[in-house]
Nanobody
Framework: VQLQASGGGLVRPGGSLRLSCAAS????????MGWYRQYPGKERELVAR??????FYEESVKGRFTITKDGAQNAVSLQMNNLRLEDTAVYYC???????????WGQGTQVTVSS
């Protein structure tokens, strides 16, 4: 399984970015896809995930971030609006096989929110 993420960058507070991630080599059907982020020196934290029609958001991003999944393409996007300084982090997309809970990760993409 390979995941290719794109869309990070530099944006001012209040701005928007869209992260995209495309997965290939997936041979399992029951899965969830989503995004983690990691601050320097910290553990990765779950930002959002989607499985079927069910989505989960970390509390601080609710109402600002929207995750969408293209099931046919095994792709996931994260629309990030009203970005805050504290959203600055490296964002990683992932896919989890729900049958055995194994996770696969893409390369990180840097999101920097700065004035």
């Amino acid at each position: 399984v390979q995941l290719q993420a794109s869309g990070g960058g530099l944006v001012r507070p209040g701005g928007s970015l869209r992260l995209s991630c495309a997965a290939s080599g997936i041979t399992f059907s029951f899965l969830t896809m989503g995004w983690y982020r990691q601050y320097p020196g910290k553990e990765r934290e779950l930002v959002a995930r989607v499985s079927g029609s069910s989505a989960f958001y970390e509390e601080s991003v609710k109402g600002r971030f929207t995750i969408t999944k293209d099931g046919a393409q095994n792709a996931v996007s994260l629309q990030m609006n009203n970005l805050r300084l504290e959203d600055t982090a490296v964002y990683y997309c992932f896919v989890r096989n729900l049958m055995n809970q194994r996770e696969y990760w893409g390369q990180g993409t840097q999101v920097t929110v700065s004035s």
